[in-house]
């Protein structure tokens, strides 16, 4: 078999696509046979070393956590899947391997993909769709006829945090680039403010602050605030957690597997209501360039980067 690894922490020029072995699934592990996998900025903060805490010091890693695919091998107590099933879900943080042609799972975090979904739109769905579904209605506990700002409104867990905020009820502002107003706009997001905003002009609008890059200042999140509001943030630091353990409205959070939460934000998906668009894909042999390309420069914008295996 062949996948994505590196033999230690680093840039995208530590990647290879070698040949390695499946290991058989432990307990409460599936064997998937990869068809597609989508790339987030998670990939490359763990293979720069920047959430080695996590992820270990054990070499070869495999790269990749979001993947779409068919069951090959199940485990001792896997109980919901089959082989042969197809599939959606995320690798463990230490497991990893998604961009290659077959990966190992917790049972926890894969579910049943739906027949209305290709394999490579499902693939974009599990690490944006449970973090902005865990962020806006677990610990943001969003209700119908609130609000919420989403700085970084079009990126990934934005985009869904805002669909997901709106089926539920609640109207939603964010922060975009003046290029993505107008598609902002298209899903119903209004205010609308580009990045550097004044937060005076939004002053105490928004029951919850979701901001999806980690950039804006405590200041400007708690302006935006009303009373007893929220503030949430999904990019994690020492630095962050011990601000989050402390009272008042601020918590950082990370997305955790959960097999409920996957299969909700997938039905959203299925039936239309949660777009994940997929702006380019490419198979495993290209994917290094195309990776390093995203990572460096952002591109394609506009949507997820998808690995194919076949």
């Given at each position: 078999m062949k996948r994505l690894q590196y033999h230690r922490y680093g840039g995208p020029d530590v990647l290879r696509l070698e040949d390695f072995e499946p290991a058989r699934p432990g307990p409460g592990e599936v064997l998937v046979r990869v068809?597609?996998?989508?790339?987030?900025?998670?990939?490359?903060?763990?293979?720069?070393?920047?959430?080695?805490l996590l992820?270990?010091?054990?070499?070869?890693?495999?790269?990749?956590?979001?993947f779409a695919g068919v069951v090959e091998a199940v485990g001792a107590g896997v109980t919901r899947l089959r082989v042969g099933d197809a599939v959606v879900g995320g690798t463990s943080l230490k497991?990893?391997?998604?961009?290659?042609?077959?990966?190992?799972?917790?049972?926890?975090?894969?579910?049943?993909?739906?027949?209305e979904l290709s394999y490579e739109q499902a693939a974009a769905i599990p690490v944006v769709g449970i973090t902005a579904f865990q962020a806006i209605l677990g610990k943001g506990n969003l209700q119908a006829g609130q609000a919420v700002f989403v700085n970084g409104c079009l990126g990934g867990v934005g985009r869904a945090a805002a669909q997901i905020a709106?089926?539920?009820?609640a109207s939603v502002g964010g922060s975009c680039r003046g290029t993505g107003v107008a598609?902002?706009?298209?899903?119903?997001?209004?205010?609308?403010?580009?990045?550097?905003?004044?937060?005076?002009?939004?002053?105490?609008?928004?029951?919850?602050?979701?901001?999806?890059?980690?950039?804006l200042s405590a200041t400007a999140a708690r302006t935006l605030l009303k009373p007893g509001g929220r503030i949430i943030d999904i990019v994690p630091t020492p630095a962050k957690f011990?601000?989050?353990v402390l009272p008042g409205p601020y918590r950082v959070m990370m997305g955790r597997p959960?097999?409920?939460?996957?299969?909700?934000?997938?039905?959203?998906a299925a039936r239309g209501e949660l777009r994940i668009p997929v702006a380019r894909t490419v198979p495993l042999a290209d994917a290094i360039p195309a990776l390093t390309e995203l990572e460096r420069h952002g591109t394609p914008k506009g949507g997820k980067l998808i690995i194919t295996t076949s």
């Amino acid at each position: 078999m062949k996948r994505l690894q590196y033999h230690r922490y680093g840039g995208p020029d530590v990647l290879r696509l070698e040949d390695f072995e499946p290991a058989r699934p432990g307990p409460g592990e599936v064997l998937v046979r990869v068809k597609a996998a989508a790339a987030n900025a998670m990939d490359w903060k763990m293979r720069n070393g920047e959430m080695r805490l996590l992820t270990g010091r054990a070499f070869p890693r495999g790269f990749g956590n979001d993947f779409a695919g068919v069951v090959e091998a199940v485990g001792a107590g896997v109980t919901r899947l089959r082989v042969g099933d197809a599939v959606v879900g995320g690798t463990s943080l230490k497991g990893a391997g998604a961009f290659g042609e077959m990966v190992i799972a917790e049972e926890k975090a894969v579910v049943h993909k739906p027949a209305e979904l290709s394999y490579e739109q499902a693939a974009a769905i599990p690490v944006v769709g449970i973090t902005a579904f865990q962020a806006i209605l677990g610990k943001g506990n969003l209700q119908a006829g609130q609000a919420v700002f989403v700085n970084g409104c079009l990126g990934g867990v934005g985009r869904a945090a805002a669909q997901i905020a709106l089926l539920s009820g609640a109207s939603v502002g964010g922060s975009c680039r003046g290029t993505g107003v107008a598609e902002a706009r298209e899903l119903g997001i209004d205010p609308i403010v580009e990045p550097g905003f004044d937060p005076a002009r939004l002053r105490g609008r928004f029951d919850l602050v979701f901001d999806t890059p980690g950039t804006l200042s405590a200041t400007a999140a708690r302006t935006l605030l009303k009373p007893g509001g929220r503030i949430i943030d999904i990019v994690p630091t020492p630095a962050k957690f011990a601000r989050s353990v402390l009272p008042g409205p601020y918590r950082v959070m990370m997305g955790r597997p959960s097999p409920r939460d996957l299969e909700e934000v997938v039905r959203m998906a299925a039936r239309g209501e949660l777009r994940i668009p997929v702006a380019r894909t490419v198979p495993l042999a290209d994917a290094i360039p195309a990776l390093t390309e995203l990572e460096r420069h952002g591109t394609p914008k506009g949507g997820k980067l998808i690995i194919t295996t076949s």
